[in-house]
C-alpha cells in the first residue's frame, strides 16, 4: 500500500500507521470502516482503542492513545460511523486524549473535526492535525485527456456500494503476489484510508472531476499497473457525474464491472432498476473510448455474498457462459478469480 | 428574463437592474459579457461605466455609479475580462466609487472580490455585497431523479463555446413571442448575470452535480417549459461530468444539438477530434433516457457564423436532409428557426 511514487500535492496523504478508533460502539454495521482498515492495512495498524460500553472489536491489541504513539502510530481514525454522521459527546475526550499523546485524528464523518472547539484547542495546544477526508482538496487541474504512460484498471459498477472498491484491492493484493508492479489508487474514503493517501473524487468540483483522475494516476513505468477505485456508476441518477470525470481521467486500459445480482434497484432510488451487466460494459467502453479507445472489459466481479458455495458457483458459471467472460467472486478468490487476474494481464 | 417563480436558496440571485463595468478595456473581444448583457437583459441594463482609456462601448448611456444608482441600479457588474481573469490596480477606485454610491459588485473573474483589501473595506464600509459568480453554492442535495411536473428543454452541444447559451436565450425569446410560458435557466457564468439568477453549474461539487440540475428546474405547470442552458459536452474528456449531471438532473423532454461545422477538433485539446452531430445526438438519448425515457431530439442549432447567406443557407438545408430533422442558425432566425421551434414544441 506504500508505494514509493513521488507523492502529489493534491492528493491527500494520511499519517500512518494508525491507531483505530471504535468509540462505544455496540454494533458491528457501524464499524465497516475500521474492519476495512484491520483487513485491508493490517500493517497500517497499530491497535485499537475503545470507549466503556463498546462490544466491537477488529482483533487487534488494544492500546492507549500514549501506548499507540509509543509503538509508532501517528494517527488515530475514527474507525465508526454512527447515524447522521455526528461526533458523540462521550467520543470528544478519547479524541482530545489521542492529540495529547500526540497524534493527529483522521475522519470520514460529515461534521467538520475543527468545529467540535474542544478538538480544535486540543489540536492548536499540541501542534497536531485534525484531517477530513471528505475536504475537497485543492489545486486541482481540468482535464486534458493526454495519454499517459503505465497501464491502468478501474472497477465500474451497476450500482454504488457491491464491491468496487473490495474488487480493486482484491486484484492489487492478486497482480502484487504474482510479482507485478502495481498500485491501488483509492476515490473514496475508506480506500484512502487503507491507501493511506488518495482524493475523495466525490468531493471534487465538476469542473476538475477527470483533472483530479489525471492527477491520481499519473505517468509511470510501462510495466505499471494502477489499479483504481470505482465510484458509483454512469447509469446511476444521483452520481453519473462522478463516474463519467473519473473514467474519462483515469483513462483505463481494463475494466471490471462489479454486480450484485440480488439487487434489482438502485440504492435508495425506487423506480430506478439496476441495469445490466451488458448495458454497463457497451456504455463503458463506448465513454472509455473517447481518452482509451484501447479500453476492454476484462471480466465480472459478481458480489455472491447471498448465495451459498453451491449456488455461487453455478450463478457465476451461467454469468460466464452467458457473458463470455471470466466472472469471480473475489471473497471467494479460487479458480474463477485467478481466471480473472489472467484476463486483466492479457 | 424576470419570472415570478418561487426564489430558490440554493439558486444565485443577483441584484438587477445592472450598471455595466467596461473598464479601460480596448478589445472589443474582451467585453463579450457586456455585450450580451446589453443585448440579451436589455431591460435590466441602466447604463455603462468606463474609466479613461477605454474605447469599446456597448451603446447604453454613460453614467456614474451615483447617477446609475439614482437611476434605479442596484449593482454593478464587471462585464469585461482581461488577460488572466485579474482586476487591474487602475479598476480598484472605480468599484470603490461603486461600493460608495450604493451598488454591489457583481464579478465572474477567478479573482475573488473580497481578496482585494480595498474593495472589502469599502463594502463593509457601506454595507454592500461582493458577488463572485463563481463561488459554488452550498447546502445542494444529492440528485434524486424524481420526475418533476413541467416540460424542459437543454440545449446540448458537440463541444464547448459554439452556442449553447444563445440557443437557449434565442429559443426563450421564441417561445415567449409564440405565448408560451417559458424561463430561461442558467448554468454559467453570463448566463446567470443575464437571467439575474441560476447555478455555476460547474463550480458545484461532483456528488450535488444531478442534483444542483434538479433545483434549477423545479416542479412547474404542466404547460411551463424550462429553458435549460447547456453545458460543455459529453464527448469532452475535460468536462463531460459537467454534462452528464446535467442532463441526468435536467431530464429534459427535447434537447436541441448546438454544433460549429468548422470546428473539427475539441476546443484547447489537440488529438481529439469533435464528435458528429449523430453520435452527440444517440449518446445524449441514450444517457439522458435514464431520467426521463421520452427524451428526444427537436433538431440542430448551426453556428454558420463562418458562411455567407447563400453558404449557411445550403449549409443547413444539406445538414437538414441528411439528419432528418430540422437545422437553423438562431442568430440568422428566419424559417428554418420557427421549423426548429415548431419541432421543439411539437
Not at 150 to 159: A, H, M, S, W
Not at 182 to 197: P, S, V
Not at 296 to 314: H, I
Amino acid at each position: 500500500m506504500n508505494a514509493p511514487l513521488p507523492r502529489l500535492s493534491q492528493e491527500l496523504i494520511l499519517p500512518q500507521p494508525y491507531l483505530l478508533f471504535l468509540g462505544d460502539t455496540t454494533e458491528p454495521s457501524f464499524a465497516k470502516t475500521a474492519f476495512g482498515l484491520a483487513h485491508w492495512a493490517a500493517d497500517q495498524c497499530i491497535g485499537e482503542f475503545t470507549i466503556p460500553g463498546a462490544t466491537v472489536t477488529t482483533g487487534l491489541a488494544t492500546l492507549t492513545p500514549a501506548e499507540a504513539k509509543e509503538a509508532g502510530a501517528r494517527s488515530m481514525v475514527i474507525g465508526v460511523a454512527n447515524q447522521g454522521g455526528i461526533i458523540g459527546r462521550s467520543w470528544i475526550s478519547a479524541l482530545v486524549e489521542a492529540l495529547d499523546a500526540g497524534l493527529d485524528i483522521v475522519s470520514g464523518l460529515h461534521v467538520r473535526l475543527a468545529s467540535i472547539p474542544e478538538l480544535e484547542q486540543a489540536a492548536a495546544r499540541n501542534g497536531r492535525r485534525l484531517i477530513d477526508i471528505r475536504n475537497p482538496p485543492g489545486d486541482l487541474p481540468v482535464g486534458t485527456g493526454r495519454k499517459r504512460s503505465g497501464k491502468r484498471l478501474l472497477t465500474v459498477g451497476t450500482d454504488c456500494a457491491l464491491g468496487k472498491k473490495y474488487t480493486a484491492l482484491a486484484l492489487h493484493r492478486a497482480f502484487t503476489k504474482r510479482g507485478v508492479d502495481a498500485d491501488f489508487r483509492a476515490t473514496g474514503q475508506t480506500g484512502i484510508m487503507i491507501a493511506g493517501r488518495g482524493i475523495p473524487m466525490d468531493a471534487v468540483i465538476s469542473d476538475f472531476e477527470a483533472g483530479a483522475a489525471e492527477v491520481l494516476s499519473p505517468d509511470a513505468e510501462d510495466r505499471h499497473w494502477d489499479l483504481i477505485e470505482g465510484q458509483g456508476s454512469i447509469f446511476n441518477p444521483s452520481y453519473a457525474a462522478v463516474s463519467l470525470g473519473l473514467l474519462h481521467g483515469s483513462q483505463p486500459d481494463v475494466f471490471v464491472v462489479c454486480h450484485d445480482p440480488t439487487r434489482k434497484t438502485i440504492l435508495g432510488l425506487n423506480g430506478f432498476d439496476v441495469p445490466s451487466v451488458e448495458e454497463v460494459i457497451d456504455m463503458t467502453i463506448r465513454l472509455g473510448s473517447r481518452t482509451n479507445p484501447a479500453i476492454r472489459c476484462a471480466g465480472v466481479s459478481l458480489n455472491t455474498s447471498s448465495f451459498d458455495e453451491g449456488e455461487a458457483e453455478a450463478l457465476m458459471k451461467a454469468e460466464s457462459k452467458r457473458l463470455q467472460l471470466p466472472v469471480a467472486d473475489p471473497v471467494r478468490g479460487g479458480a474463477a478469480f485467478e481466471a480473472l487476474v489472467d484476463a486483466c494481464l492479457a
